[in-house]
């Protein structure tokens, strides 16, 4: 590896335009992995910019930093990913990508629909959970997130 295929946490920092705090943070996260120069200075590999830009996206579409790093966990440590290398993490990834998106088209079009038709009706409203039935389902909003409500009499 050549001098020049390494970085500062500062050359990383206007690269990416994350605060070197930021990188910091995922450093200790386990997302990036620098090595040290012999005055101990952190210097990351050109392909961090790439891990850092795809730790950015995938953030903000919502996943979660355990997420993320079983994503990039696929990458190998020490060189730059290659296309194969993140070929592989990519199909995993779109996966659970697809999956959100499944869901969060469901949860949209249930949402237009209740607050659409402004009715509230005891008997399709997807809001109405009488005496809390949807607990049985676990927690949250389980009607919305695709649980079936009981069959509720007028």
Known sequence: MK??????????SERTGLSVSAI??????GLVHPVRNR??????????????SFVLVA?????????ISAQLAGLPEGRAPNKADWTR?????????????????ALRNKLDACIGCGC???????????GDAASRHGRGPRYLLGDKPDVVEA
């Open 3 to 12: 001098g020049s295929d390494l970085l500062s946490i500062g050359d990383l």
């Open 24 to 29: 910091r943070f995922y450093e200790e996260k």
């Open 39 to 52: 005055g101990g200075q952190r210097r990351f590999l050109r392909a961090d910019i790439r891990r850092l």
């Open 59 to 67: 953030q903000e579409f919502g996943f979660t930093i355990s997420e």
């Open 89 to 105: 993490i990519s199909r995993e990834f779109r996966k659970h990508l697809d999956e959100r998106i499944e869901r969060m088209t």
């Open 120 to 130: 509230l009706s005891m008997k399709s409203c997807r809001l109405y959970n009488a």
